[in-house]
């Protein structure tokens, strides 16, 4: 039995306290990731009112609870302002989970172990770049654990977005118009392989004669036919201060092309909201952006770890709200004790429609849980939000190696000034044979060369 010693408000006074202070440190009751370390558990560094959600509102919500417009006004704090909005006036609705605490169902559990095994032997280099004490690229894991500003939170973010070392997420994306009406309909394969911060493909850390890139990232859309054969290829360069190359296959043209690679605010195909940009909510170099800075700090609502849906045999995902009930994903969010937030904004892209972009990581795991967007005018824009989950459930489970796979489940990308609405689930298989995977070496050569463009966009 845990003795309460502080009161409800305790915790609001110190995260207060700390952003006042300029401290980045995570954790309450004593430092974060000690408590981590210890005990692979987040529960002695948080007070009761901050692990669970029945603590937090003194019992007015309960796990298992729904969050709909009849309630949200008890955890609008807890809520990005777009996602509270969705809940107030459009129907959407959360289902409260209870909050997880076990460091490694929160991430892949070589990630970890790597983020474990590595801490402390990260730093910048001249340019800004993540290394090693030996100035060499990094070996693994997240290279800050213990944030102690905005731009190591982001650099580990930017430094691997699956975490995994290779991965394929067979996708199905859903673009809604703001009546509702489902316009576009896509199948899509997206792949990310590193070549460096290896952890689970051989040759680890590096890859021999690779070690200047970051990463090698595709898309290809499998359905509709009117998209088939469409994909992109993005090679990233290790140097944060530089532009990835951008590469991609027109079935028209029959012909790779060379796109510029500093136009990342468009969508890439016909009726989505989701850009380049977007991805992982660090989906450019770090340096094209700029200005990071913490400007809260605090409890939240989101999806770490319910957003799997194995009793579909495609892992498929139901709908609700909005004006033809299929707007919204049925997500499961839990108390996250500590998120920091951090605001960025667009330094190397004169013509950017953003002014800048707001992230929710979680304290724990340095795990994007939410990004806002804001116009030029400084109002709110776009959203994206994601759902993850270890693949283990029920006694039901998707393996990577010896441990359950761990990923996002599913997105939503809004445009809250048009009210246009793209949905994306990971799910287990698309049509052409693609399945999702993990940490297979031969994901370079299937998805992540020009050649494999053409080849795909020729099937």
């Keep these: 039995m845990r003795i309460r010693k502080y009161d409800p408000d305790y915790s609001r006074r110190h995260f207060l306290g700390q952003l006042a202070k300029g401290v980045a440190g995570a954790g309450v009751l004593m430092p974060l990731w000690q408590a981590l370390a210890e005990t692979g558990e987040a529960t002695k560094a948080y007070p009761d009112e901050l692990l669970s959600i029945e603590g937090y509102t003194k019992g007015k919500i309960k796990t298992g609870d729904e969050i709909n417009a009849s309630n949200v006004e008890l955890v609008k704090d807890l809520l990005e302002p777009i996602k509270y909005q969705q809940v107030a006036k459009m129907g959407r609705r959360l289902k409260i989970g209870k909050t997880t605490t076990e460091l490694m169902r929160l991430s892949p559990w070589d990630y970890l172990e790597a983020t474990l095994r590595n801490q402390g032997q990260a730093q910048f280099d001249a340019r800004g770049n993540v290394v090693t004490r030996d100035g060499k690229p990094w070996i693994g894991g997240n290279p800050f654990p213990k944030p102690q500003s905005a731009i190591e939170l982001f650099a580990g973010l930017t430094l691997s977005w699956g975490r995994h070392d290779a991965s394929f997420y067979a996708i199905k994306e859903y673009d809604l118009a703001v009546d509702g009406q489902v316009r576009f309909t896509y ?26 890139q970051l990463r090698y990232q595709s898309i290809f859309f499998q359905t509709p036919d009117s998209a088939r054969g469409t994909s992109f290829l993005n090679i990233w360069a290790y140097d944060q201060s ?34 380049l940009s977007d991805a992982w909510a660090a989906g450019d170099p770090l340096y094209t952006w700029g200005n990071y800075r913490i400007v809260s700090r605090g409890p939240m609502l989101a999806g770490v770890s319910g957003g799997w849906n194995p009793d579909h045999p495609n892992w498929e995902h139901k709908t609700h709200g909005g004006p033809k009930g299929n707007t919204f994903w049925d997500t499961e ?11 960025a904004e667009p330094v190397k892209f004169p013509r950017a429609p953003v002014s ?5 990581f979680d304290a724990r795991t340095g795990l994007p849980i939410a990004m806002v967007s804001y116009d030029r005018r400084g109002e709110p824009y776009r959203s994206f939000d994601g759902a993850y989950a270890l693949y283990e459930r029920d ?5 990577d190696g010896k441990h359950p796979y761990w990923s996002w489940g599913h997105v939503h990308c809004f445009d809250s000034q048009t009210g246009r609405m793209t949905r994306l689930q ?15 070496p031969g994901l370079y050569e299937q998805y992540l060369t020009t050649s494999a463009l053409m080849r795909l966009g020729s099937v």
């Design 187 to 212: 199948e899509a394969g997206w792949a990310e392989l590193s070549p460096v911060a290896r952890v689970r493909v051989d040759p680890k850390p590096y890859w021999p004669g690779h070690e200047n």
């Design 242 to 275: 530089t532009f990835p190359d951008l590469y991609g296959y027109i079935p028209a043209f029959k012909r790779i092309r060379q796109f510029p690679t500093d136009q990342r605010f468009e969508p890439l195909i016909p009726g989505s909201t989701l850009y």
């Design 333 to 343: 969010v839990e108390l996250v004790p500590e998120a920091i937030v951090v605001d």
């Design 356 to 360: 800048k972009k707001r992230v929710w």
């Design 395 to 399: 006694g039901k489970s998707f393996m």
């Design 426 to 440: 990971q799910v287990r298989s698309i049509s052409g044979g693609h399945s999702t995977r993990v940490n297979d």
